[in-house]
């Protein structure tokens, strides 16, 4: 059963007794070099995030096994990963595994390699057939993917605990019938969602007489 945080009521403590809970925490990227007013909702996002999370901790209890998307290593070597791979998650997962909460490798580095691949085949496919095949290949390797994050969880989540994970939206990972998931939605989100959705109208002009003029 899922839950979003932030757009429903709060549902009473004594639901979640005794059982396993992940905590969905949407995955946010900045990019190199982003403009100023995007980093600003950027780091309102986080801090949001932040906050839900932790009142969701004083609430059920506190997170014992982190998750984290392209995250392939537990201990140091995943946290190493993650500073590179997230500043803005690391911050979050560094002062959590302080505490002793654990890291726990969610990811199969073939995989997540493979469904890359596919994804930068995407970006610079020309013809439609050849998109239409990669298309395929992509949602083949996707599904395989997500398979395998929700059977690690499944297998490292122990009855009562409760898991963090990191990961983006939109994604198709399916969970056991007996686990809650509560489903973090910081409301700075929707604002990120406008700003990119805006910056790429303002972006296809540009790019059209761009071409025009090398044309």
């Known amino acids: 059963m899922s839950e979003e945080l932030g757009k429903i009521e709060k549902p009473p403590v004594e639901k979640f007794a005794g059982v396993r809970k992940v905590i969905a ?40 096994r982190i998750y984290h998307e392209m995250v392939f290593a537990g ?7 993650l500073e590179q791979l997230n500043p803005s998650s690391h911050q979050m997962v560094k002062a959590r595994s302080e505490n002793g909460t654990k890291i726990q490798p969610v990811e199969d580095a073939e995989l997540a390699a493979e469904n890359m691949d596919w994804e930068r085949c995407l970006m610079v496919a020309m013809s439609e057939k050849a998109r239409t095949r990669i298309l395929e290949f992509h949602a083949d390797s996707s599904a395989r993917r997500y398979d395998y994050i929700g059977r690690k969880i499944d297998e490292t989540l122990a009855q009562g605990e409760i898991g963090l994970l ?19 939605y910081p409301p700075a989100l929707d604002e990120i969602h406008r700003w990119l959705r805006d910056y790429g109208q303002r972006m296809r002009p540009a790019e059209g007489k761009e071409g025009s003029q090398t044309g």
């Open 25 to 64: 925490v949407p995955l946010i990227f900045s990019g190199k070099n982003a403009p100023q007013d995007f980093m600003e909702l950027y780091n309102r996002c986080w801090g949001q995030i932040a906050g839900q999370v932790e009142k969701l901790e004083a609430r059920l209890g506190r997170v014992t």
């Open 75 to 81: 201990g140091q070597e995943g946290m190493k990963i």
């Open 166 to 184: 990191f990961i983006r939206e939109g994604h198709r990972v399916q969970f056991p019938g007996d686990m809650e998931i509560l489903n973090v």
